[in-house]
C-alpha cells in the first residue's frame, strides 16, 4: 500500500513511523531541511524535500498511486491546498489535519473539507480534548478506554508504596477478589511492559492496565484501596482551543476556573464560555495557586501552548497537593518519559491524533483493529469465531494464543464474559483480545476457517 504524508513534523513522523512498522511503501514531503533529515535518519521512506501543495512534488512523490495521502502541515490552508491538488491527481483517500474547527463538513460553506477532495478531518485539539474529559470523569486512571459501548473498560494505574495490592501476586489478587472478574492486561516496570503470570509481584510504580465489566468498576477500585469520588472542582490553566474546549465540555455538571495569563484572550473566552469562571492569572504562580485553595481542586488541566510551562504549572500543582493533574506536552517522546516520573496523566494532541489515523488505516484494510497501544506496543483487535476456525468450540485455555496475546472478552448473542480457562467459544461469538503488534497475524488466523 502506497502512503504520501505531507508535513513530517511530530504528526507525520509518527504517523511514517508506525506505518513503516507495517511495511507499508511511505513518501515524506516537507519544506524544512532539518524535519527532512530527521525523517531520513529514524525512518525507512522516501524522503522529499519541497511544498507539498505544489503538483510537480506531488508528482514526484508519485500521488497519483497513493492510497492515502495526509496533509499534516502546521498550516491548515497549506493541508487544503495540498489535498485539492492531491484530489486533482488521483489519490484514492486524503485526510487532512486542520486546526481550524470553523472548517467543518458544512456543504454549504466555501471552505467545506469536500470541496478540497478531503474524505476525513483530524482535529488534534479535539482529539486530545475527548481524551482529557474521560480521564477527570476518571480521575484514579493515567489511562482510560472504552469497550463494548462502555460496558467494559480498560485503565492504568500507577503503584504507590501504600497501595493495598503491592506485594501481593497477582493469583493472590484474584483469589481475594471472587466476587467479581477482572483481567490485568499489561505491567509496565522499569520501562519495560510485560504481559504477567499469575506468580508476578506487584511493587511500588509499577504502571497496571486493568480490564473489567463496567458494573464490577468500583469493586476493582475499592479492593485497591482507590477512592472512587468524582471530580467536582477543575481547575484549566491555558485558554488554547484545549482549554476552550475542556470548559464548555465540563461547566455544566463541574465547577470549572480556566486560567490564561493574557488579559485580552481572558476576556474574550469568558464571553464565550456559560458557566465556567475565566481568570487571568500566571498558573505557574505559587502565591495565586495557594490563594485559590489548590489543594481543594480535584483536577488541575495544564494546556497552554507552551509545554515546558505546562509541565512546569503540573508540578508545582502536584507539589500543592491538588488530586489530579493533567498535563499535555506536545512532543509524543515526551509521553512515555513524563509518565514515567509520576506527574500525572500525560496527554499528546500528537499521539492522540497518530493513533486515531492509524487505527482508522488499520479499519479500512479490515485489519479488526479497534484501539491502539502505542505505548505498549499493544492492540485490541476483535474477531468473530468463525465455523471450521481452530477457536471454535474450544476451551479458552486450549486455544494455544500466542505469548503477548489474551481474550479479555467474548460476545455470545449480545451477552458479554470475560472467560476463564474453562469457557468455550462458539462460531459466530465475537472476541475482544488484546494482543502484542507482531503476534497480530498469527492470532487471527487462529478464528480463521483452517
Known amino acids: 500500500m502506497r502512503v504520501v504524508i505531507i508535513g513530517v513534523g511530530e504528526v507525520g513522523f509518527h504517523i511514517a513511523k508506525s506505518l513503516s512498522e507495517l511495511d507499508y511503501d511511505i513518501s515524506v514531503i516537507d519544506t524544512n531541511p532539518i524535519k527532512c533529515n530527521r525523517a531520513n535518519e529514524h525512518l525507512d521512506v522516501i524522503v522529499i524535500k519541497g511544498n507539498g501543495s505544489d503538483a510537480k512534488t506531488l ?8 492510497d492515502y495521502v495526509f496533509c499534516m502541515t502546521d498550516s491548515d490552508e497549506t493541508n487544503l491546498i495540498a489535498s485539492m491538488q492531491a484530489h486533482t491527481l488521483g489519490a484514492k483517500k ?58 467494559a473498560v480498560l485503565f492504568s494505574k500507577k503503584l504507590n508504596h501504600r497501595s493495598k495490592i503491592v506485594n501481593t501476586t497477582i493469583e493472590d489478587f484474584h483469589k481475594g477478589n471472587t466476587e467479581f472478574k477482572s483481567l490485568i492486561v499489561a505491567i509496565v516496570r522499569d520501562e519495560k511492559m510485560t504481559i504477567p503470570s499469575g506468580s508476578f509481584k506487584f511493587e511500588p510504580d509499577d504502571n497496571i492496565f486493568f480490564f473489567v465489566k463496567s458494573k464490577n468498576l468500583n ?17 484549566i490553566a491555558g485558554a488554547s482551543k484545549i482549554g476552550r474546549k475542556i470548559a464548555r465540555e465540563l461547566e455544566n455538571y463541574m465547577s470549572v476556573r ?21 481568570m487571568n492569572a500566571d498558573a505557574t504562580d505559587v502565591e495565586f495557586l495557594k490563594n485559590e485553595n489548590i489543594s481543594e481542586v480535584d483536577s488541575f488541566i495544564a494546556v497552554t501552548e507552551d509545554e515546558q510551562l505546562n509541565l512546569l504549572a503540573g508540578i ?20 512515555k518519559s513524563m509518565s514515567d516520573i509520576g506527574l500525572g496523566a500525560i496527554v499528546s494532541k500528537n499521539t492522540s491524533s497518530v493513533n486515531s489515523i492509524v487505527k482508522a488505516i488499520r479499519i479500512d484494510q479490515k485489519d479488526n483493529v479497534i484501539q491502539i497501544f502505542s505505548r505498549l506496543g499493544m492492540e485490541a483487535i ?21 505469548h503477548g496475546s489474551l481474550i479479555a472478552l467474548v460476545n455470545h448473542n449480545g451477552h458479554i464474559a470475560i472467560p476463564s480457562g474453562d469457557y468455550q467459544v462458539l462460531p459466530n461469538d465475537t472476541v475482544l483480545i488484546f494482543c502484542i503488534n507482531s503476534k497480530v497475524k498469527e492470532v487471527t488466523n487462529i478464528f480463521k476457517p483452517e
Do not use: C, W
Open 219 to 235: 469493586l476493582l477500585l475499592s479492593s485497591m484501596g482507590v477512592s472512587t469520588s468524582n471530580s467536582k472542582r477543575i481547575m
Open 382 to 402: 476483535e474477531l468473530e469465531v468463525e465455523n471450521g476456525s481452530k477457536a471454535a468450540r474450544v476451551p479458552v485455555a486450549n486455544l494455544n494464543l500466542p
Open 59 to 66: 508528482k514526484e512523490a508519485n500521488v497519483s498511486e497513493a
Open 94 to 151: 486524503i485526510v487532512a489535519r486542520l486546526r481550524n474547527t470553523d472548517y467543518g463538513n458544512n456543504g454549504d460553506s466555501s471552505i467545506s473539507p469536500e470541496k478540497f477532495g478531503i474524505d476525513e478531518v483530524i482535529h488534534p485539539e479535539y482529539e486530545v480534548a475527548k481524551e482529557i474529559v474521560r480521564l477527570v470523569k476518571h480521575p484514579y486512571a493515567d489511562k482510560f478506554y472504552e469497550f463494548e459501548n462502555g460496558k
Open 258 to 278: 480556566l486560567v490564561d495569563n493574557s488579559e485580552n484572550k481572558a476576556k474574550i473566552v469568558a464571553s464565550e464560555l456559560g458557566e465556567s469562571i475565566v
Open 316 to 335: 508545582l500543582a502536584k507539589q500543592l497537593k491538588v488530586k489530579q493533574s493533567v498535563i499535555h506536552v506536545s512532543n509524543p517522546d515526551y509521553v
